[in-house]
């Protein structure tokens, strides 16, 4: 088992940054392949980007150019900087493990965070 919980949500106007925090638990963090996702209200939940244990990346198209995953594996921590933030970034973000790299299906992630709230304001 891992435990994943999200922190650094919060209100940011249209414009602004925010940085998200995915601290894990249990297993090993390196064994593990990162992803965060989010979802909107009254939406399903949305792929925005992966990293591997080596740090390679993978984003959705949306967000590419915006938002930076990172992670620190002697912290057991994973990172999702979030740039030139839009209203339509407002969403539950989640970040998620899984084996695998570069799935953009949630199906494919084994362990999942509460999520936190971010909300960008116009």
């Known amino acids: 088992q891992v435990q994943l919980v999200e922190s650094g949500g919060g209100l940011v106007q249209a414009g602004g940054s925010l940085r998200l925090s995915c601290a894990a638990s249990g297993r090993t963090f390196n064994n593990y392949v990162m992803g965060w996702f989010r979802q909107a209200p009254g939406k399903e939940r949305e792929f925005v980007g992966t990293?591997?244990?080596?740090?390679?990346?993978y984003y959705a198209d949306s967000v590419k150019g915006r938002f930076t995953i990172s992670r620190d594996n002697a912290k057991n921590t994973a990172y999702l900087q979030m740039n030139s933030l839009k209203p339509e970034d407002t969403a539950v973000y989640y970040c998620?493990?899984?084996?695998?790299?570069?799935?953009?299906?949630?199906?494919?992630?084994?362990?999942w965070g509460p999520g936190t709230q971010v909300t960008v304001s116009s």
């Open positions: 998620a493990a899984t084996g695998i790299f570069g799935s953009s299906d949630y199906a494919n992630y084994d362990y």
């Open positions: 990293i591997r244990r080596s740090g390679i990346t």
